[in-house]
């Protein structure tokens, strides 16, 4: 009993340690060549009302739904949802007509993220980046580098999800012409 007890300990100390060693903030983007125009990127991405179509949460969580919606396509604009038993909520901080800056809580975890938006070639490159970080004691490191991974998988799926959106829109406007 003696020996499980302290490895127990011995393994709880080391998760703590490590952690305390760890960043507890983090920082991903994602840049892809996209099928979207600049009439599309502005239509999906700087009207929250239009995220649902796109947006890796939604996708992820099956109970995901909008709450509240305010002022969705200028400065200011505010996006209340609950998934699950989580509620989030997310204020667009600025805007132009190639970029979306704003500031989200879930989970108690604050993040400040941008949808940017450049041409390259007469093709649309878009950047989603986020900064996040948890300051939770002892465990605030290891929970930092999990929502980082996690993060990181939400921006791919959803600018692939934005992508997708755009390719499909683009091929039903050549095949109505």
């Known amino acids: 009993m003696r020996y499980f007890i302290r490895t127990f300990f011995s393994i709880l100390l080391l998760v703590a340690i490590t ?3 760890l960043p507890n903030s983090y920082t991903v983007a994602k840049t892809i060549t996209s099928h979207c125009k600049q009439v599309q990127f502005e239509n999906w991405v700087l009207d929250l009302a239009q995220w649902h179509l796109w947006t890796p ?15 969705s396509n ?19 901080t600025a805007m132009t007509n ?11 975890n604050t993040n400040i993220g941008s949808i940017t938006a450049d ?55 050549q095949n109505a012409n």
């Open 74 to 92: 200028k400065i200011g604009a505010y996006l209340k949802w609950q998934s699950g038993d989580n509620i989030g909520e997310m204020t667009v």
């Open 98 to 108: 190639h970029t979306i800056s704003y500031t989200s809580v879930y989970e108690q």
């Open 57 to 71: 949460f939604a996708t992820y969580e099956k109970s995901w739904q909008a709450l509240e919606l305010a002022n």
């Open 119 to 173: 041409f390259f070639a007469d093709q649309l490159q878009i950047t989603w980046a986020i900064e996040g970080g948890i300051n939770t004691p002892l465990l605030g490191g290891i929970l930092t580098q999990y929502y980082k991974y996690k993060t990181h998988d939400a921006i791919d799926l959803g600018l692939r999800n934005l992508n997708s959106l755009c390719k499909s829109q683009s091929l039903e406007t």
């Open 19 to 21: 952690s305390v060693l």
